[in-house]
């Protein structure tokens, strides 16, 4: 089948890859014109603006977003809404939350699926896992490329309604933070315990036939490997945030508790901390002098 | 190789037969008589006793023991001591507490293996993985025989000194239990959140390609397939709790927070609660009369 | 100095009471005509609407809100405002989001304080502790009838502009629901630990001197004294938890981590879980099943 | 009454204090000959051993022990057991393990009570809160001490057997340590959120009527007014931890849960982790490149 592609970034070249050798006709386009010169070569039609990509497209367009949630989102719609009909089928690619989806589809006249990408760069030759939202039509319809994105038919399915899609890949990453997490606090035990270990064996032996064995767990040996045992120069400083703060907020409004999700998410937050550390912690610092007359540890 | 098997329950069998798949030779006992006899049947050696066993063995004997963690490991070893030797070789391949292995190892003449075995039942014919700590020359003895009980190669290592291995395993199970209770977070939150979702499609779909696939997740998925999504009957009561709660207090003694593996124990404590709940909870239900005269919820 | 005062709730009566103690002159109202006839027993200026309120007061009205957090403020203050002029002053002495007060704020051209009010029914006869927001000038103006809402002088101040008050009310709020389930681990731990212990008496000799006193604890002192030591019939269902879940909401957004706050919210929505138990801990129950053939526990 | 004092620290000296202005005879020794020529001065009968405090003692001794928890206690009772006999009463007002007490007082002949004493050195003038476990005569025969080192009458309690006193006191500080993070959460968020505002106004708001007002927020109170709202140079590292622990340790004994007083406990082990930061968040990071190609953040 004929997809249209917007975005080009590191996620959207392993779509268009994925999909051309499936076989499939792929229009391309993205802001950077040399990144769609060389997706041209490699055998996709280049458009150069979103109108040009719509026309040549033609009836039944069938458009994959692989741009950065957000903004962005909404510019590239306000672009393609004067060209989309009916019949027409969006997808919405990236990590927007699920309530934006759901009025992103209410606002276009196309069918809209939120598509839940997981697996991320390093899934280009084994497949993505895609959670997807809308209309079953569309998805539907969808199918083929869905198949040629995705692992196999078994890594993508229809989860309900729209937003559905990227409500259950909000969910996914906040049991993201708390595995890593958890695989974190096993290791951290195990560095700074009693026993001198090799941490990549120790990985490694897990991975082969443990309980806890997973792809993350993979990554871990990986990192072993690569960074050392200590890993290194690795820092305590742990970036993003924002989907598994979507979770808990979600899980907030339903009044269910995620601790240990909460929890991940908060190491994130302590990880960046003020350079003078945590308020928190330097009043009960105070607090023991307050009471007990201990020494106040002052910074220098 | 030549091995003697002391414990054939669940475990035990699973390591006779994949020792004897591999071609090893078995000299199989267990208190129960029966199950020696179906062993036998199958090609290993029976033995009436302990002291059987060791006759049967001869010099230089490998045994090991897969028996339940405790008291059973050291009546089997008492049972055991007067027949070793120097140039012997023991395997605890149950989840003794390190602490007791480091003490077993040195109350005994032969060299002493602790072993930490991961996969259970499931793993009977992947094979397990095995963490292994003592003395090298005695894991490198053994090391036919842990291709055959683990996985393979990759499956198994030498963690370190004695107790590592068990040491290794504990940590493992703390991490296991944190891995659950985050999966269940996740689910949780799908089950009784904002859409209706099939939780088996979803596991499915993450266990193909998505970042958080695991072996656990297929067995989430399992457990929605054959429970149904809303796992039917199964009661909120976590059993079990001893190894994640030596992982706590080891990591208490090396000062090392542990906060996302501690809330998963605390999660299988709060499914034990007494009937009347928790007193920490009715406490608070009790001092928001206290101080707003909000209305205290009673029982009936 | 003379105060209209619309709520005649548990707190709005003891706001009049204080006021009229203090020998200031009050207009009051309330839907329910009775509760403003009894006010009105007691020397307050009955008022039969917002409107007749309003003309009651005069020029520079001085306003006391004292109605339920919500609609109800909105539609009181849509009654005032056509009666309202830049030199009037409303004050929204309930527990209103900050966000809210600060739009209403902006919505009116009287000036507008929003007081957080702590210390509950509780403290009809000590008095309340009251964190104000908005205006300098218009707390100012108001501060003799503070110092008589207020246990007197130091139990009121000014803490910033428009939404402070309510904003370090929400937090006094988080910090509640904190303390509370802290003092109820540890007599949980007291009560079903080793030692047959009275926990009145505990409660009794900690609150006299120890380090840990407080009102709350007193409320635990009473809470035995009425309730018995082991609490009786009080239930494990702990009600609220608006102003605790906003705490969360607004540490997220400002990526500050609390842990021990969060966890207090969780065990309020553990409290209410449905009947059947939380789904995470059944499916742990159920995975254990999974790889491990540990019998899974089932509801009858 | 008479009382024997052994361990003039700053906890000891107050104890000696109050128990001669209490108007009660005191003997009291020393390892420092200058604190005990001090207290001489002051009143007390010197003691230039633990023979010769037994001696002056006569018959029917009482003595306080007031040194630090552990080899100290022990090397004490070494002295003091040939001069012991079961007509006398020891105290141990130290924090003391209560597992040891109860060890302690099987080990002695005299009648041996464990005290738990909290107030610390701020409670000079006022008293302390004691929690007393050991026979209900010798707690019975010591009553006149108690009210003067106490509060008064309601400032102790016997709490039950031999082991109580020490065991509720373990708890209280758990409850401590939470009760100060609590706090330290709520200003962490008020310091480091939308607002400029002054912390030492809000504690001292807070002090004046609220539900959360304490000794605790008293003592925050006076640690923003002699820090700064800003606490200056105050450090993000909590010493001390090992009440805590063993309050943690307990209830993993009992299988209670306490993830509040847990996470507290974690705080303090986190502010004092290694230069590199917290191995897990290390590995997080790292995880987010394996997946994602997220940049690593790096140490200098």
Redesign the interface.
């Given at each position: 089948m004929q997809l249209g592609v917007i975005g080009l970034g590191?996620m959207g070249l392993i779509v268009v890859d994925r999909l051309m050798e499936a076989g499939h006709n792929v229009v391309a386009y993205d802001l950077d014109e040399s990144t769609v010169e060389r997706v041209a070569e490699a055998g996709a039609t280049p458009a150069d603006s979103v109108t040009d990509l719509a026309e040549k497209l033609g009836e039944e367009k069938r458009i994959w977003l692989m741009v950065p949630a957000g903004k962005a989102v909404d510019a590239t719609l306000a672009d393609l809404d004067p060209h989309l009909g009916s019949e027409d089928i969006v997808v919405d690619g990236g990590n927007s939350h699920f309530q934006r989806s759901v009025e992103r589809s209410e606002a276009t006249e196309a069918a809209y699926l939120d598509c839940g990408t997981?697996?991320?760069?390093?899934?280009a030759e084994?497949?993505?896992?895609?959670?997807v939202g809308g209309p079953q039509w569309a998805y539907d319809e969808l199918v083929p490329a869905l198949d040629a994105i995705?692992?196999?038919r078994?890594?993508?399915?229809r989860?309900?309604?729209s937003?559905?899609g990227h409500?259950?890949k909000m969910?996914?990453n906040?049991?993201?933070?708390?595995?890593?997490?958890?695989?974190?606090?096993?290791?951290?035990?195990?560095?700074?315990?009693?026993?001198?270990?090799?941490l990549e064996?120790?990985a490694?032996?897990?991975?082969?036939?443990?309980?806890?064995?997973?792809?993350?767990?993979e990554?871990?040996e990986?990192?072993f490997r690569e960074?050392g045992v200590d890993?290194g120069?690795?820092?305590?400083?742990?970036?993003?945030?924002s989907t598994g703060?979507w979770?808990?907020?979600?899980?907030?409004e339903?009044?269910?508790?995620?601790?240990?999700?909460?929890?991940?998410?908060?190491?994130?937050?302590?990880?960046?901390?003020?350079d003078?550390?945590?308020?928190?912690?330097?009043?009960?610092?105070?607090?023991?002098y307050?009471?007990?007359?201990?020494?106040?540890?002052?910074?220098e």
């Open positions: 590191r997981s697996g991320g760069p390093a899934s084994a497949g993505f896992s895609l959670m995705a692992t196999g078994a890594g993508h399915d989860m309900g309604p937003g559905a409500y259950v969910v996914h906040g049991v993201e933070y708390a595995l890593m997490q958890t695989y974190g606090e096993g290791f951290e035990l195990l560095a700074e315990g009693r026993y001198d270990l090799d064996s120790v490694r032996t897990w991975n082969n036939g443990a309980v806890i064995r997973s792809w993350l767990l990554l871990c990986e990192a960074e890993l120069d690795v820092d305590d400083y742990v970036a993003g945030g703060t979770t808990v907020q979600e899980a907030l339903q009044e269910i508790a995620l601790p240990l999700i909460y929890q991940a998410l908060s190491e994130r937050f302590g990880s960046r901390a003020p003078e550390g945590r308020f928190s912690r330097r009043l009960a610092n105070r607090l023991r307050g009471f007990g007359r201990h020494e106040v540890a002052r910074r």
